[in-house]
C-alpha cells in the first residue's frame, strides 16, 4: 500500500533457542514483529518492568504497562529497516540503532531508531527504545537484493536481481554481474519477491464516483442522491479514492474528464506519498450538449464552434492541463459528420499549436479514423462498432497512438441493468467503505422486475456484442504493433477506482495478449501515454545517460 512500486520487508526467520540468542537475532526478530503486525511477539521482546523507557521527540516515557497499552494502535502498512548495527558493550548489555521508513494513511515518515538490548533468562530483551523522525536527511543508499526483477520493458524477468539506490533514485538494477553491490550500501533480502514497477491506469475520472450516484444517466438517483452533493462530496474528498489505488499497486493515474477542480489534484498530489501521481486534462470537449453538469460549472464543453473549440484548448492549456480531451459522439440520425469532424480537427489543429496532446473518446470505427487524421495521440475506449481495418492500424501507426481498451467498463453498466454486482471480480479490501457498500447495495437499489424487460435485455445483448469486438478489436490492434495502454475508466458505475485494473488486466489477457505484453501496457507504454519518459520502468540512469536518474519504481518525486 505504499507508493513504491515495490515495499520489500525484511523478515527474519524464526528466532534461536535463548541460550544461542545474539542481539543482532532479538534485534532482527524485534523488526520483524512489527512488519508481521505480531503484537504478542512484539511486546515479548521488551523488559516488563516500571524500568523500559521509551524515548522520542515528546520525551521520556517509562515502564512496560503504558506501552503495552498503546501497543494497541494502528500497524504501519509497510516498515523498511535498513543499517541495522549492533554494537557490543559488555557481555550483557548491547546498542542498537537502524534506520526506518514507516507508511500509513498519513504519509510516510523516516527516521533513526535505537534500541538497548539486556541479556535475561529468557534472552536478550530492550531495556531503551528511541524513535526519532529525520525528515531532512535524504533516504539512505540501500540495495535490495535476490528478488525476481520484472522490469517494464518487456524483457525476460530477471532472476536474484539486485536494485542500488541512492537519495531514493536507481543508479544501477540487473542481475549481480551488471550490478555488483556497492561497498556502502547497506542491503536487504528480497528473496522471495517480485520486483516490478507501479501500475498506470491512463483512463480515470475523479468526478464519478465508482457508483451511479456519480452517473444519473446510467441509473438516475438523484432524489436519494443529489448530484451537485455528491459532486460537493467527490471536490472534497478526493483521497478517498487515493488509498484504493495505492493499495492496488497502481502509483500514477490520468483524469481524462472531469470537472475544473480535477487539474489541482496534479499540483496537490506531485510531491504526497500517500497519493498516486495524478494528472488531469479537465473539462471534456464534447461534440455534443451533455446534461451532466453543475448550474455553476461544466465537466462537459460543448464544442458549438470552431472560435469556442480554438478558445477551449487556450484555456486548458493556461490552466495547466496536461491534454484536451475530446468526446466524439454523433448526434441522432442523420448524423452532421462533417460539423463534428471540423471540429475535432479544430481542436487538434489548436492544441499541436498550444503543445498539448488530444486524447479522444472514440468508440465508432470512423470517428476513431478521423481522430487520428485530427491529430490524436491517445485513443481512449476501443473501437466498439465493428472490426478495425487496415485504414485504421494505417492511420493508428503513421500518427503514433497508443490504444487504451478500456475492455470491462460497458460491462458495469450492464450490471446495473441487471441490478447484479459481480464482486467477485474487483477486491473489495482495497475500496473505500462508502464506495463499497453503495456497489453490494446495486442487487436491492432498485425494483428488479425491470431487469427481465425485453428493452433491458436488448441493452445487455448490445453490450455483450461491444464487449467481444473490442476484445477482438484489442488483438488486432496490438499484433499490427501499436502500443496498448493501460485505462479502466474507473468512476464510471461498478468499475471501481483502484480496483478494477485487476478485472481489466484479465480481459487484456483473455483477449489474447501475452502476460508479458500486458505488463508493459501497464507500465511501459501507460507511461508514454501519459506523457512521462521517467515512469514505468525499472532501469538505471547509466541505460539512459540523457534522463535524470529514476526515482523509486521509476516515479520521480
Not at 532482527?28 to 516488563?48: E, F, G, M, P, V
Not at 528511541?130 to 522490469?151: H, S, Y
Not at 485513443?379 to 494505417?394: G, I, R, T
Request: proline letters at 8%; hydrophobic letters at 45%.
Amino acid at each position: 500500500m505504499i507508493r513504491l512500486a515495490f515495499a520489500t520487508l525484511l523478515v527474519a526467520a524464526p528466532p534461536p533457542p535463548a541460550a544461542q540468542e545474539t542481539p543482532l537475532d532479538a534485534f532482527k526478530s524485534n523488526i520483524a514483529a512489527i512488519q508481521t503486525r505480531d503484537r504478542a511477539a512484539y511486546l515479548a521482546h521488551y523488559l516488563h518492568t516500571p524500568a523500559l523507557a521509551r524515548v522520542g521527540p515528546d520525551g521520556l516515557r517509562e515502564g512496560y504497562e503504558g506501552f503495552a497499552r498503546g501497543a494497541t494502535g494502528p500497524w504501519p502498512d509497510t516498515l523498511v529497516a535498513t543499517h541495522l548495527r549492533i554494537v557490543p558493550l559488555t557481555s550483557d548489555v548491547a546498542y542498537g540503532t537502524y534506520r526506518y521508513r514507516a507508511v500509513d494513511s498519513s504519509g510516510s515518515v523516516r527516521g533513526v531508531s535505537e534500541r538497548v538490548f539486556v541479556r535475561t533468562p529468557e534472552g536478550w530483551r530492550v531495556a531503551v527504545t528511541t524513535a526519532f523522525p529525520t525528515p531532512d536527511a535524504p533516504p539512505p543508499p540501500m540495495a535490495l537484493v535476490g528478488a525476481t526483477l520484472v522490469d517494464g520493458t518487456g524483457a525476460a524477468p530477471v532472476r536474484d536481481a539486485i536494485i542500488v539506490l541512492r537519495e531514493g533514485r536507481i543508479t544501477c538494477v540487473g542481475s549481480r554481474a551488471a550490478c555488483p553491490l556497492p561497498s556502502d550500501v547497506d542491503s536487504v533480502s528480497a528473496a522471495g519477491k517480485w520486483i516490478m514497477p507501479g501500475l498506470i491506469d491512463t483512463h480515470v475520472h475523479f468526478s464519478q464516483t465508482g457508483w451511479v450516484d456519480g452517473r444519473p444517466d446510467a441509473l438516475d438517483l438523484r432524489e436519494r442522491y443529489p448530484y451537485p452533493q455528491v459532486e460537493a462530496d467527490l471536490h472534497a474528498r478526493p483521497e478517498r479514492f487515493f488509498r484504493s489505488y495505492l493499495c492496488s499497486g497502481v502509483t500514477t493515474v490520468f483524469d481524462v474528464g472531469g470537472y475544473p477542480w480535477t487539474l489541482e489534484l496534479q499540483g496537490h498530489t506531485a510531491r504526497s506519498t500517500t497519493a498516486p501521481r495524478v494528472m488531469a486534462a479537465g473539462p471534456l470537449l464534447s461534440t455534443i450538449d451533455h446534461w451532466l453538469n453543475l448550474p455553476d460549472e461544466r465537466q462537459f464543453i460543448y464544442m458549438s464552434g470552431e472560435a469556442a473549440v480554438r478558445e477551449a484548448v487556450r484555456a486548458h492549456k493556461a490552466w495547466g492541463a496536461a491534454a484536451i480531451k475530446v468526446w466524439y459522439i454523433m448526434p441522432p440520425q442523420p448524423p452532421d459528420t462533417a460539423r463534428a469532424s471540423a471540429l475535432v480537427h479544430a481542436a487538434g489543429d489548436e492544441a499541436r499549436r498550444v503543445g498539448l496532446p488530444l486524447i479522444v473518446h472514440a468508440t465508432g470505427l470512423w470517428e476513431a479514423k478521423d481522430a487520428l487524421r485530427a491529430g490524436a495521440r491517445v485513443l481512449v475506449h476501443s473501437v466498439w462498432s465493428e472490426p478495425v481495418d487496415d485504414e485504421f492500424l494505417a492511420l493508428a501507426r503513421r500518427q503514433g497512438a497508443i490504444y487504451v481498451p478500456t475492455l470491462t467498463v460497458v460491462d458495469g453498466y450492464r450490471e446495473v441493468l441487471t441490478r447484479h454486482f459481480e464482486r467477485e471480480r474487483q477486491p473489495l479490501a482495497c475500496v473505500d467503505p462508502a464506495t463499497r457498500l453503495k456497489a453490494l447495495a446495486t442487487d436491492t437499489t432498485a425494483a428488479a422486475q425491470g431487469a427481465a424487460s425485453a428493452a433491458v435485455q436488448e441493452r445487455v445483448a448490445r453490450i455483450a456484442r461491444s464487449v467481444r469486438e473490442g476484445a477482438a478489436n484489442l488483438k488486432r490492434v496490438h499484433d499490427a504493433g501499436i502500443p496498448i495502454a493501460l485505462g479502466t475508466d474507473a468512476g464510471n458505475p461498478l468499475t471501481l477506482h483502484g480496483a478494477s485494473v485487476f478485472m481489466e488486466l484479465e480481459a487484456m489477457q483473455d483477449a489474447g495478449l501475452s502476460p508479458a505484453a500486458v505488463l508493459v501496457a501497464a507500465t511501459r507504454d501507460a507511461a508514454r501515454a501519459v506523457g512521462l519518459d521517467s515512469t514505468g520502468t525499472l532501469t538505471s540512469a547509466r541505460r539512459h545517460p540523457q534522463r535524470a536518474p529514476h526515482r523509486v519504481g521509476g516515479a520521480p518525486r
